[in-house]
Nanobody, 125 residues
């Protein structure tokens, strides 16, 4: 059974940083593209970032230069480093697994095969 368990969220002031983690189990972690999506209150799910099974990365324009996605295959853990946080980054951040090793194409970025429960990030002064 695929399990994705996020941690690391919290309350942070604008300009601050957080590091999110996603512990994965139930599948061969290195064989699949992984990613992060987020959902703010009253809004739809927004794609944030993807890392392929080969280590390549992609980011939404809104987070490029501020967020960094990475993976540690020895620990089956996905990370998202969030820097220079803004109030508009406030959302539930959700770890997702794709069904392919390569990046999903743009229109399939929300067609993930599995997702975690999420970890809340609140950016407020």
């Amino acid at each position: 059974e695929v399990q994705l368990v996020e941690s690391g969220g919290g309350l942070v002031q604008p300009g601050g940083s957080l590091r999110l983690s996603c512990a994965a189990s139930g599948f061969t972690f290195s064989n699949f593209a992984m990613g992060w999506v987020r959902q703010a209150p009253g809004k739809g799910v927004e794609w944030v970032s993807t890392i392929s099974g080969f280590g390549g990365t992609e980011y939404a324009d809104s987070v490029t230069g501020r967020f960094t996605i990475s993976r540690d295959t020895s620990k089956s853990t996905l990370y998202l480093q969030l820097n220079t946080l803004k109030t508009e980054d406030t959302a539930m951040y959700i770890c997702v697994k794709y069904s392919t090793t390569r990046f999903p194409i743009r229109i399939q970025r929300l067609d993930y095969s599995n997702r975690g429960q999420g970890t809340q990030v609140t950016v407020s002064s």
